[in-house]
């Protein structure tokens, strides 16, 4: 379903948007241990995004340990996108691109869009509606 959602998503934008950057993928599974990594960054004293300032509050990027996010199972329950164009320069923060992508995948009924959480708006992030209640490898 959100493999399916995707894919007909990104053949819409294609079609629709041939000179706008094009979705791609960035996460879907993603193991325990790199989510409990994440879920940490605000307090592991490091500096995990590079300004050489250690465990500030814009390094707080998920509020879920491992198993609380749909993106710990295998298949995933969430994938996360980007934009690239075709010269390969990548849009991680272009607002209109990704409600734009947002607009094109909620066409498929049963997929929740992390736009649209009302804690931690999350825009590159898409799951299953109800995967907390779904069966879990
Ligand atoms: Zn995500």
């Given at each position: 379903m959100l493999a399916y959602a995707y894919g007909k998503a990104e053949v819409e934008w294609k079609i629709n948007n041939p000179k706008r950057p094009f979705p791609f993928l960035t996460a879907t599974f993603r193991p325990g241990v790199e989510q409990n990594a994440l879920f940490a960054q605000p307090t592991d004293k490091k500096d995990n995004d590079g300004?050489?300032?250690?465990?500030?509050?814009?390094?707080?990027?998920?509020?879920?340990r491992a198993g609380q996010s749909p993106h710990n199972f295998n298949p995933s329950y969430a994938f996360d996108v980007g934009f690239q164009d075709d010269k390969g320069k990548t849009y991680w923060n272009d607002l209109t691109l990704f409600n734009d992508f947002a607009k094109l995948m909620l066409k498929t009924a049963g997929i929740t869009w992390g736009?649209?959480?009302?804690?931690?708006?999350?825009?590159p992030h898409f799951e299953l509606t109800g995967w907390e209640n779904m069966p879990k490898k």
């Open positions: 300004d050489g300032k250690i465990d500030e509050p814009d390094e707080f990027v998920t509020n879920a736009g649209n959480f009302k804690k931690l708006q999350d825009r």
